[in-house]
């Protein structure tokens, strides 16, 4: 992210979005909501990335330099919230459970027309206390500053499959398994394990957006099974890949 722009109001509108699409480094004073009504929805900063299907929505705190990419064809719906209206307290990316309430909120207040009424003052109020109320996932990837954590978190990056342990992974870059875990702790504030499935959840929801199988996911992401996969993947999200697939909207 090199060049910066800078948006002072975040407008709130309805945008498609190409599969691979991309919306470059930008910022906005305002706070945003960012919702894919359909498709897969990445948003990357300087600490890390957030991934959204179409049950889930991301908070962008006003201020923060993002951009965006699109997995699958996606319609994005974006929601500009004034930097004195901060209803979750949040001041970091945040992905939230978007219900069907929500949703149907989202749509609407993003659809023309985008007038002054008091009827759509009164569906700020109702999309702006649904959100009070929306769950947080922990669906962050971070992004390493450490050197030897980020010639880790490369080789896995690249290879999500990569099955070797923190052992192996460490004589590759040069560093005792014992360094690295200490640093994915202070680095990223949480475990190998966890960081790896992180990237596997995320690695799958671009895969599934893009048509893949679910066999085949749960293979090119490093599961040593479909049914494993299935399981984690439902602990995360409350449904199964075969059941998102069938509620996404089309």
Known sequence: MTQIRHQPVAPTRVQSMATGAVIDAHRHDDHQIVHAGRGVLSVTTDRGTWVAPATRAIWIPGGTVHGHQAHGSVELHLVG???TDNPLALYEPTVLTVDPL????????????????PERARLRAVLLDRLRVSPQQPLHLPTPT??????????LRD?????RTLVALGRAVGASDRTLSRLFRADLGMTFPQWRTQ?????????????????????RC????AS????VF????????GEYRERRPR
């Open 102 to 117: 929500l949703r149907e909120l989202l749509l609407a207040y993003t659809r023309p027309p985008l007038d002054d009424t």
């Open 199 to 219: 990237l596997r959840l995320h690695r799958a929801l671009v895969l599934l957006a893009q048509g893949v199988p679910v066999t085949t996911v749960a293979h």
């Open 228 to 231: 494993a996969f299935i399981d």
């Open 81 to 83: 919230l004034p930097v």
């Open 159 to 163: 290879d999500p499959a990569d099955r």
């Open 222 to 225: 490093g599961w040593s099974s």
């Open 146 to 155: 450490s050197a030897l954590l980020g010639a880790v978190c490369g080789l």
């Open 234 to 241: 439902r602990r995360v999200f409350g449904h199964t890949p």
